[in-house]
């Protein structure tokens, strides 16, 4: 089987919600990336300096594990934060959040209730 090469970074420069935030190309271009990953693993230092924030109000031992090491593995620094017993939005506002992760980090990664705060820190976040 040949690998082509895709041009993946209009996925990496947005915010994805859900998998119908994608056209049909991108998802096939991001099964082939990481089809290739997995045939061919990138280079461990491959995310430095990235910094990638966990905000997790569900738990998730699969999710967290597969993110963490993942990224770190690829040399990401990785936060997680378990917003199990306060969720975001309650304590300091999903706009506050959005503001504050932006200046701190990469990626944020969020596996929340409620699908309206990921709405709410994409609108917030750049």
Not at 63 to 84: K, P, Q
Not at 101 to 108: A, N, T
Not at 109 to 119: C, E, F
Request: aromatic share 8%; net charge negative.
């Amino acid at each position: 089987m040949t690998m082509q090469t895709f041009d993946t970074s209009s996925v990496s420069s947005r915010s994805v919600l859900g998998v119908s935030d994608l056209t049909a190309d991108e998802i096939g271009a991001i099964t082939r990336d990481a089809l290739r990953g997995k045939l061919s693993p990138p280079d461990r230092g491959a995310l430095d300096g990235v910094g990638a924030a966990l905000l997790f109000e569900k738990p998730s031992l699969r999710t967290r594990a597969s993110f963490e090491f993942g990224l770190g593995g690829l040399g990401a620094n990785v936060v997680y934060f378990d917003l199990a017993s306060q969720r975001i939005g309650v304590r300091e506002s999903v706009k506050d959040y959005a503001k504050n992760l932006e200046r701190w980090c990469d990626i944020v990664i969020a596996r929340v209730y409620d699908h309206n705060v990921l709405v709410e820190l994409a609108e917030h976040a750049s």
